[in-house]
């Protein structure tokens, strides 16, 4: 029988055990970043749709198709963040943060909403882990983002993945290949909406993914060709610095992002062991972006997206999630009310002291309690009955083993810290 209340299409609910591959993805990402100096920035869910509309770009689907958006009580628009970066340069222009010290480094977590198709590794409510350095155009610090997001899917576990990259060009460069890639594309047999996409956005249509389209566009002009040198010069720094830092890439002329705002380097990740939704992170330059949500300046910034679900999605196929995490280190099993009322208050002092502990709760015999114990994961089970009490002890059986040793209750905790510390 199917439950009343189903969670919203397309949303996938993380509890235990699974739910501990998604912390430990979100905090091995997050303390990557920390450990670059990057601050934890905390943003609201649903902001005003125009900054998304003009920071995302009208064209792209993210904004034209994929939006949850509603007028609230007040009939304003707002829209469930579809992405970071947007509101992080809200945050930075609203709060004068790059009136500070350059470049501003923030490190974000937490859901974005996009009306996608489901379907596995694709949500409707997305989980990422992300970062933003603003202020400065320094291609040292391209590496740097690129480097954090491969050391965290590293230090996951992780291996079966590829960094595409790329370079969109900037000012100098982009209107020339704008105006090759048009001349290419209105040369070609397109139906009217392509057609349409082409006048507004026409990198938009080497991003689209029916077969007649890739086939017809597969001789386009390659942006990487029309760098200015600026530009080459600033994407050849970015390459020799992923070098020193060890991080291995693959140049991707034809790497396309969904979002509007890139420029220079763009980078995915991509794993071999997921199929369609292969992309587990990705980022890039912008340097428009300021100005085009009503900064006075027009700093530059660069960043990434890690997609926690897809990453989970990831490291089981490759056989490293680690979803049978212990829950607990301690496991008390009362026999009897008083050894309940004792192992109470042992657990607050065990917890007090640092330990993670959990007690067989509701009145199960033995048996069903040491069952619960070994459930838990915990390296220790403590066994306390009235022939223990009564004597001031208590059972510590290590549950890895099957070792039993009676330790006096008032050195337990002692013994117990001791032993999980060795
Ligand atoms: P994005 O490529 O749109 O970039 O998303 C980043 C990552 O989020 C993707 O690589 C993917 O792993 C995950 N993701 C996206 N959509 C879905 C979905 N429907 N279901 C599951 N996972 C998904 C951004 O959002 C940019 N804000 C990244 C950035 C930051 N660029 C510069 N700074």
Do not use: W
Request: proline share 4%.
């Amino acid at each position: 029988m199917s439950a009343e209340f189903q969670a919203p299409r397309g949303i996938p609910d993380y509890f235990p055990p699974a739910s501990a591959d998604f912390r430990r993805v979100r905090d091995t990402l997050t303390d990557a970043a920390r450990r670059a100096g990057y601050g934890h920035i905390e943003l609201p869910i649903f902001e005003d749709t125009g900054l998304f509309a003009r920071g995302v770009g009208e064209s792209t689907d993210v904004v034209s198709k994929e939006m949850y958006t509603f007028a609230d009580r007040g009939e304003r628009s707002v829209t469930l963040r579809p992405e970071g970066t947007a509101g992080v340069m809200r945050a930075v222009i609203q709060h004068g943060l790059d009136r500070g010290q350059l470049p501003v480094k923030l490190c974000y977590a937490g859901p974005f909403f996009r009306y996608e198709k489901p379907q596995e590794g694709r949500y409707r409510q997305l989980q990422q882990v992300g970062v933003e350095a603003i202020g400065v155009d320094d291609p040292a610090l391209d590496a740097e983002v690129i480097a954090i997001a491969d050391e965290g899917y590293r230090r996951l576990g992780l291996s079966g993945f590829r960094l595409e990259i790329t370079s969109l060009g900037d000012d100098e460069s982009r209107p020339r290949y704008r105006e090759a890639l048009q001349q290419f594309l209105f040369g070609l047999d397109l139906d009217e909406p392509t057609r349409k996409r082409a006048e507004i956005n026409p990198l938009r249509v080497l991003d689209d993914k029916r077969p007649e389209v890739k086939e017809a566009t597969a001789d386009a002009p390659l942006l990487l060709d029309y760098l200015s040198d600026a530009a080459r010069g600033h994407f050849d720094i970015v390459l020799g610095h992923l070098t020193r830092l060890g991080v291995p890439y693959e140049i991707n002329p034809r790497l396309v992002r969904g979002l509007d705002y890139y420029t220079k380097t763009t980078f995915e990740f991509v794993h071999d062991g997921l199929g369609a939704q292969a992309g587990i992170g990705g980022g890039g330059r912008y340097d428009g972006l300021m100005r085009q949500i009503g900064g006075k300046q027009d700093l530059s910034g660069i960043g990434f997206g890690i997609g926690v679900d897809r990453t989970i999605l990831a490291m089981r196929a490759e056989g490293v999630a680690d979803a049978d995490a212990a829950r607990c280190q301690v496991f008390g099993v009362p026999m009897g009310a008083a050894a309940k009322a004792e192992l109470v208050g042992l657990a607050g002092r065990l917890r007090a002291a640092g330990i993670s502990v959990d007690l067989a709760y509701g009145d199960r015999g033995l048996k069903g309690a040491m069952k619960a114990a070994d459930r838990s994961g915990a390296r220790l089970a403590l066994v306390l009955g009235d022939r223990e009490l009564d004597e001031q002890t208590i059972e510590v059986k290590d549950l890895s083993n099957g070792a039993q040793r009676k330790v006096s209750l008032s050195t337990v905790v002692d013994d117990v810290v001791g032993v999980l510390t060795q």
